[in-house]
């Protein structure tokens, strides 16, 4: 009996740290929204926890009964099969760590030699001390048993808290004090990973983006503006709060911690002043429309309208199975075999990708045609992945290509801004509207494209009632746009030359992160 529940916790241990790469992605992303339900999500990967656990421990048991030399060898094996997953999930986890550290002395051939010959070792261990190892790391799996603790009640603190992010922000009245409020409107336009060279100097031939270029044509277009952080969880905080931000994690329900450059800890970014809080006292009433950062529920006091976008909540069998196919795409070498991790996850990514950027534009168009919106911030999800987009055909599609796609999302920017261009226009606002354009960060995996990386964003700013072409080319970080928009507000930037002036004065004293 005793032997009985040793096996069945080394099971469980076992189970537990198989599955370290889907409890990273729970516990370690900012993005609570788009996990649509975090209940079934949490709910999923216990209920896979303790079916593998079962699983491994009734192998175990059936071996055992067997009595035979062959079967307690046999098992032996695969239990060491099965330690190989959560130790490669551990690898990929530490790969930005380990990976520059081996390359740095050995390089990038001695670095595959000398995990050759630790894989060498490793064998010929097995091969005479099998019965030593296998009890060594059935211990090692015992200590780990406490991780099981830890992440279990994780798990169910996050459920005892969470609540189901609201999708819409209760029409307020606005009240505009202690002026009328501002005599015209701002609208941002953020498209998530969108790439400055891979848009203007380096566009490829066939991508046509004459919306844009037709902004650029009527305002100030830079040449060298950079984001305050390399990712949408570290830039947009500090893009709304007007801060540099260190460093982000998730805060379970609805909210977000952030540590700010210089700070020694961390706040809740629901209790910050924000550029909506700040325009709200300028008289200006701020709209929202986002998807992946809880902008509502942070938010949502400051605001008079606020809508999230959800591709929607999937069914728990379904979470479950992707939580399963992540666990398959760690074991070592399975793509060797054939396996490609996540082709089904894929095409159901892409469609819940459509779904969500389609939400996107119909709240977006419907928020840019209000006159009674002063501010009001769109984050969208393209050109980031999921590619859903065919150029060429001018249609969504669920067959881009894994990399080249970007290009296709790229031209559904194009096509997005002259929806939400036209919808403004209807509603006979887009004269007395201010439109910037910008990004988030840069799109990171232009390196598997060309092996390159450049950090710029777009940045473009169409002024109300103005249509003079104006080029900017000293650098600047877009952090800048938190009071570049309250001074627009106000009224004291009227032309392109105002503009130029501000970020003249203003670009010093914000750092460039130029990589």
Known sequence: ????????AVALSLANLSFITVWSRLFDSPNIVEVGNVRTYLVGIVLNVLLLALALWVVVLGATRLQRPWARRTMQWMFLLAVAVPLNGIRVQLTDLTVPALAAPFGGGGTMAVGIALAAVAVGLLVRWQDRVVAGIATVLLVCL???????????????????????????????APTEGPTQRVVWLLFDAMDYRLSFPERPRTV?????????????CARNAFPPGGSTAAAMPALITGRRVAEVKPYYPGDMTVRFVGADRSVLWSSQPSVFSRARALGARGGVVGWYLPYCEVLGGTLTSCRMVSAGAASLPEVMGLQTETLIGTVPAVWRLGYREGARQLRRHRERGTRRYLDVLEAAREAAARPDLDLLLVHWPIPHEAFIYDRFKDDFSLDA?????????????????????????????????????????????????DGRRDYR?????????????????????????????????KGGLRDSTDVVRWLDRERGAVPVRRR
Request: hydrophobic share 45%; glycine share 6%.
């Open 1 to 8: 009996m005793r032997a009985a529940l040793r096996d069945a």
């Open 146 to 176: 406490p991780f099981v603790a830890v992440t279990f009640f994780h798990a169910a603190r996050v459920l005892v808290r969470h609540e189901t992010p609201r999708t819409v922000v209760e029409e307020r009245a606005g009240v505009r």
């Open 208 to 220: 046509r983006l004459r919306e844009l270029d037709r902004l650029c044509g009527e305002g100030l």
């Open 401 to 449: 290509d894994p990399v080249a796609g970007y290009f296709d999302n790229l031209q559904l920017v194009d096509r997005t801004l002259g929806e939400v261009r036209r919808a403004m226009e209807r509603a006979g606002v887009w004269e007395r509207t201010t439109v910037v354009v910008t990004a988030d960060h840069s799109w990171a995996e232009s390196i598997a494209l």
């Open 457 to 489: 964003v777009p940045f473009v700013l169409k002024l109300a009632g103005r249509r003079t072409p104006t080029a900017y080319d000293p650098p600047f970080n877009t952090l800048l746009l938190h009071g570049l928009i309250l001074e627009l507000l």
